[in-house]
């Protein structure tokens, strides 16, 4: 509403979560306590998982899930270019070559077909599959469970837009080797910064608790070296501080309890935007795929790329905080100058980055916001559309 600024994303805090903050504060412990396991077996039943390791941040966690999968130097890891960087940088940080193939304009998510070509002209082994499902939609695993099976790799679902989404009856997080998930403000449910990996997996669980934890055990067990007492402590690899603490792990667990309403809610706020957005008066703007288990992290919208800019423009002036989800990984200077890619070479993902705008999606956005929002874009794109005609 003019006067209201309305952000792409944002979270719901009430009052119980700041109660669930509060007790930690109060309590013993605030890092590494209770709270911890007691969020991440939440977020693995929800999941549908058997285990959860928490991180400090959803990129944390893609590191912990490329480390438990072995990626290391001279690897390859697959990757979409339309991601977060985080996706592609994980592999990175591992010492790997990320392996970029083109989206599918269907889902905008990884295309399988053009994966698995890539995939058999890699020249390195491809350690791992990291497909995104992007801005919520479900990415379907099947033929990258295929493609993973087929290259010996293991198959990481990024995941940090999609807590919530679901493939049938299963939800996301219970069928890829491992998941990731993100619980920064603007996604489904938050721990301000926070993430972590489900799966089934003991010994990828076994390792990311150890790397998130500087690689370090106490657990006699675990050594490979004899035990000395229960002073002792051993670092058996190389491993990092990214532990997520108790206060952020009860703000997390607070909000998993209503993300039902969340993900209900942002899929309303879609069905609001596609009403909104269906007459003729919409015609030059394309809507994001559909699927019946998406959580809408994003909406992702797409107008002709020479009218993006003043779209854009036009309605941040008029308090909406639209965004761009992405600027295609590969064409970022650090990949072009580290790697060699260049513009042209994954030509869907780049077409509809330059079309592409994030309108608002978040739990407390209401009604008459939505229909704000998709009323000053018909405008603008009407607009621009008919002075680019007169031209
Ligand atoms: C697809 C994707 N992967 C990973 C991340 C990283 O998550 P975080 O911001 O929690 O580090 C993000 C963050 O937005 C993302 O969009």
Request: proline share 7%; charged share 20%; with cysteine.
């Amino acid at each position: 509403m003019p006067g209201k600024y309305l952000p792409y994303g944002h979270q719901s805090i009430n009052e119980d979560d700041i109660r669930a903050v509060l007790d930690v504060l109060k309590g013993e412990w605030l890092t590494t306590g209770p709270a911890v396991e007691s969020f991440e077996a939440a977020v693995a039943e929800y999941a549908g998982a058997s285990y959860a390791v928490s991180f400090s941040s959803g990129t944390a966690a893609l590191h912990g899930a490329m480390h438990a999968a072995g990626v290391s130097p001279g690897d390859c890891v697959l990757v979409p270019p339309l991601t977060f960087a985080a996706t592609s940088n994980a592999a990175v940080y591992c010492g790997a070559r990320p392996l970029f193939a083109d989206i599918s304009e269907g889902s905008l998510c990884l295309d399988p077909l053009l994966s698995e070509d890539v995939c058999q002209n890699a020249g390195a082994p491809v350690r791992a599959l990291a497909p995104v499902s992007y801005a919520g939609y479900p990415v379907d695993l099947k033929p990258f469970r295929e493609l993973a099976s087929r290259a010996g790799a293991v198959l990481i679902e990024d995941a940090a837009h999609a807590l919530g989404a679901s493939r049938g009856e299963a939800k996301v997080g219970s069928e890829a080797d491992m998941t990731v998930f993100s619980f920064h403000p603007v996604k489904h449910i938050t721990t301000a910064e926070g993430g972590m990996v489900v799966t089934n997996s003991k010994r990828f669980a076994d390792r990311m608790r150890l790397f998130r934890a500087h690689g370090i055990t106490k657990s006699p067990g675990d050594f490979v070296r004899p035990y000395e007492g229960p002073w002792d402590n051993d670092m058996t690899g190389i491993g990092y501080n990214y532990r997520l603490s108790d206060v952020a792990s009860a703000l997390g667990q607070s909000q998993l309890k209503r993300i039902r309403r969340f993900v209900g809610r942002r899929r309303e706020i879609a069905t609001l935007y596609r009403e909104a957005l269906a007459g003729e008066g919409a015609k030059d703007i394309k809507l994001p795929p559909d699927h019946p288990g998406h959580s809408y992290h994003l909406f992702p919208v797409w107008v002709r790329p020479g009218i993006r800019r003043p779209v854009f423009e036009s309605l941040r002036e008029n308090g909406i905080g639209v965004q761009v989800h992405y600027v295609p990984v590969h064409l970022h200077t650090y990949y072009r100058e580290r790697f060699g890619f260049s513009p042209g070479d994954f030509p869907k993902a780049e077409a509809f980055s330059a079309g592409e705008i994030s309108l608002p999606v978040y739990t407390d956005m209401e009604d008459g916001d939505v229909l704000f929002v998709a009323r000053t874009l018909v405008g603008a794109v009407a607009r621009l559309e008919a002075e680019h005609a007169a031209r």
